[in-house]
């Protein structure tokens, strides 16, 4: 990977905490789920396990610094479990109000920007912001597995670039997709969003613009609707966060 690819990652895993160990690592069939005493991420469950784990053993009970190092794994589900680690120690209550991010109560990633006349890439297959679609000059949906009507996502090198605002999911992460896609669409407004959305600052540094995560205040209601694979958003257990820059 090269030196963007390391930058990106190098700003999640940079200082996490050295001591903490992992105390939970579950998942379902749309999301995974890692825990602390003091947070509990969660993030997309991403099929592929063609390369062997970093962690044969899983990571419950490594210490979370060592744990989130498995975000580096080509080992998709594995790399999964790596970002809801990294989630349990950024999207935490106590981290947000230090921030003093906030997204209002019923709020969406997409409040206060005008869409008129606008091309907006989405990369995930995403609903986006009310009023999206009336107001965009042309909306292009780009998915690794499309739904009739989205653009495959290796249409992605040729329609960002001409984007005025693109809406990125956050599991990009997950898939090491994320570096090229910021470089695809440096040019254009930027969003990160999903509950696996790491609220870390310091990705604002790589022309995001803004963050929207998820911070997850119901802790065992979340763990019973990853568990379960409950259908659905799980939202609904926690409280959704914005970072701008």
């Not at 001591?19 to 602390?36: D, H």
């Not at 230090?98 to 297959?125: N, Q």
């Not at 965009?136 to 290796?154: C, Q």
């Not at 609220?199 to 604002?204: I, K, N, R, V």
């Amino acid at each position: 990977m090269d030196r963007m690819i390391y930058s990106v990652y190098e700003a999640l895993l940079t200082g996490l905490d050295e001591a903490l160990p992992v105390s939970s690592a579950l998942s379902g069939k749309q999301w995974c789920l890692a825990a602390t005493e003091q947070g509990t991420g969660i993030a997309m469950h991403t099929p592929g396990s063609s390369r062997p784990p970093m962690f044969p053993q899983g990571l419950e009970g490594l210490p979370l610094f060592k744990a989130s190092r498995a975000l580096m794994s080509w080992n998709m589900e594995e790399a999964s479990f790596g970002l809801a680690a990294v989630n349990a120690f950024y999207n935490t209550p106590e981290r947000m109000e230090a921030l003093k991010a906030a997204l209002p109560e019923g709020g969406h990633y997409g409040d206060g920007i005008d869409f008129s006349g606008m091309t907006v890439g989405i990369v995930g297959h995403m609903r986006g912001p009310e009023g999206l679609r009336e107001q965009a000059k042309a909306v292009y949906i780009l998915e690794r597995s499309p739904k009739p009507g989205d653009y495959p996502d290796t249409a992605c090198d040729y329609i960002l670039p001409k984007c005025d605002l693109v809406i990125i999911t956050g599991s990009s992460l997950i898939n090491k997709s994320l570096p090229h896609l910021l470089e695809l669409c440096r040019d254009a407004y930027t969003i990160l969003t999903g509950p696996s959305v790491p609220l870390c600052p310091g990705l604002l540094d790589f022309g995001i613009d803004r963050l929207a995560g998820l911070v997850v205040t119901e802790r065992e209601a979340m763990f019973r609707h990853v568990s379960g694979s409950v259908p659905g958003s799980p939202h609904h257990l926690g409280c959704p966060f914005m970072l701008c820059r």
